[in-house]
């Protein structure tokens, strides 16, 4: 019988440089989707994901006349539909701009039961931002 061992895979989407296009609710704003990775997990016979985070950070514009109100971020695996969190707050004003935060978001659920059985699948994050 094959031991079955833990590791750490990491993988890192595109940065994105240049500001997210905003509208006033989560409902309206843009979505960004980065480029398609490919996962690759050569496990099948006994896989299960214990700890699979999205992890993120952003920075509000420094010059922008307007406050951040809420974030939406997701992870989609291939054709699977795909799972969007969403993170509200009090406005943030305008004398606290240039802000600053570390997103964490627990997907482990999702990947256990959207990965599949074949040892690799695609994989896409996304984002939105709303402001007022």
Do not use: H
């Not at 440089?17 to 490919?38: C, K, V, W």
């Not at 509000?60 to 969007?84: P, V």
């Amino acid at each position: 019988m094959a031991a079955n061992r833990r590791k750490t895979i990491e993988y890192a989407f595109a940065t994105r440089l240049t500001p997210l296009a905003t509208n006033t609710t989560l409902a309206t704003a843009a979505r960004y989707d980065t480029g398609s990775l490919t996962l690759t997990i050569p496990e099948i016979t006994s896989r299960a994901f214990l700890s699979v985070r999205l992890v993120a950070t952003y920075r509000t514009e420094y010059a922008a006349t307007n406050g951040i109100t809420g974030w939406r971020m997701g992870i989609k695996l291939g054709a699977a539909a795909a799972s969007d969190n969403d993170r509200t707050f009090t406005a943030q004003n305008t004398a606290n701009r240039n802000l600053f935060d570390v997103v964490d978001l627990d997907v482990t659920s999702y990947f256990n039961a959207s990965f599949g059985t074949g040892t690799s699948q695609t994989c896409i994050a996304s984002s939105w931002s709303c402001v007022t």
